[in-house]
């Protein structure tokens, strides 16, 4: 039952009738045994299961929510070693989707997530018009205020470099880790090679495009209390940067390259081709001009300065495309599920 005493439904396009929808909820657990319990209290009746993943925590937070915790939705789950936060993640994925999950919800386990605003997650899928919602905390000014300026600047930083390498363009804010996804996206999603650790949400991304899955952002307003990041925005910038140079190549790649080949793919090719070309020879006859203590010719020049104007354009054409090529149609209706247990 939902917070207003209605179930919440999944819709079957094909067959056109609606069910409830079971909604479980994946919490990682790692150095939050101050906060678990009372996010676990939090979470509404609506939700069916709730997963809590022990990522090997020194603190005991399994043990605390095993001993603790009377609601019967929870099941804790253990790793033996400190895997990241996207494997406990994916952990908790595979617990929900072999239990029969429609709908999977993962809120940190710190309390910087309101669960009050799960049915903002949930609705976009259940209504067949996203698989995957995440949440952003710059959609509104006054959301980020309470952000520091340090962590405001890393996460515009990563965003842009995320919208680069994923090809979400009209997403923002992907270190955010309030996030929720059909069921049958997530079964697609955890044979994929995502990162485990903090470059997990980024990556998730990059994989959700090259399946070509809905995305779509829910305003929500960031909360920081006494508790600590495990992610440092500073020290995450250099190595984060070249994870994501390494995904735009890869999906680039693929997208255009071995999936299809289109005029965006010839507009690159001539663009870079173009572009270099001119900066080559440009700096070539730079270098003769200053051996030679003679000023360049207006031919020599127009020879270098043409083919990266042309480039620029070329690419600047190709970016155009790329930005429209969001995928804009669900994915999850295309997944063929397995039959529910009957009994």
């Known amino acids: 039952m939902g917070p207003t005493g209605t179930s919440w439904k999944l819709h079957d396009p094909v067959e056109g009738r609606s069910n409830p929808a079971k909604i479980a909820v994946v919490i990682p657990c ?96 259940l209504a067949g018009q996203a698989d995957y919602v995440k949440g952003n905390r710059f959609y509104y000014l006054e959301h980020s205020r309470g952000m520091p300026r340090l962590r405001l600047f890393g996460n515009t930083a990563l965003s842009f470099m995320t919208k680069v390498s994923s090809g979400y363009w009209d997403v923002f804010d992907p270190t955010n880790g309030y996030t929720a996804i059909h069921g049958a996206v997530a079964r697609l999603i955890i044979e994929r090679p995502v990162a485990t650790r903090f470059f997990f949400e980024s990556d998730m991304l990059f994989h959700l495009n090259l399946a070509r899955a809905v995305v779509v952002d829910v305003p929500i307003e960031a909360h920081y209390g006494f508790e600590s990041s495990n992610l440092s925005i500073g020290g995450a910038i250099v190595p984060f940067t070249f994870k994501h140079m390494r995904n735009t190549v890869r999906r680039i790649t693929v997208q255009y390259f071995v999936r299809d080949f289109s005029l965006a793919s010839v ?6 081709l173009a572009s270099l070309f001119g900066c080559v020879y440009g700096v070539y006859g730079w270098v003769n001009s200053s051996i030679g203590e003679q000023p360049a010719t207006a031919g020599t020049v127009m020879v270098a300065a043409l083919p990266i104007i042309v480039g620029v354009q070329l690419l600047l054409s190709f970016l155009s495309y790329d930005i429209q090529n969001v995928p804009r149609h669900p994915l999850h209706p295309r997944l063929a599920e397995p039959a529910r247990p009957t009994h």
């Open 30 to 125: 790692y150095r939050v045994r101050r906060f678990v319990l009372p996010l676990i209290r939090s979470i509404g009746p609506e939700v069916h299961s709730i997963y809590c993943i022990d990522d090997e925590c020194p603190e005991g937070s399994g043990d605390l929510v095993e001993r603790e915790c009377p609601d019967s939705r929870v099941k804790v789950i253990r790793h033996t070693e400190n895997a990241g936060v996207g494997a406990a993640t994916f952990t908790g994925y595979r617990a929900a989707v072999n239990d029969g999950a429609d709908v999977i919800v993962k809120l940190d386990g710190d309390g910087q997530m309101d669960p009050s605003l799960l049915r903002y997650f949930v609705l976009p899928i």
């Open 267 to 272: 507009n690159l090719l001539s663009g870079l």
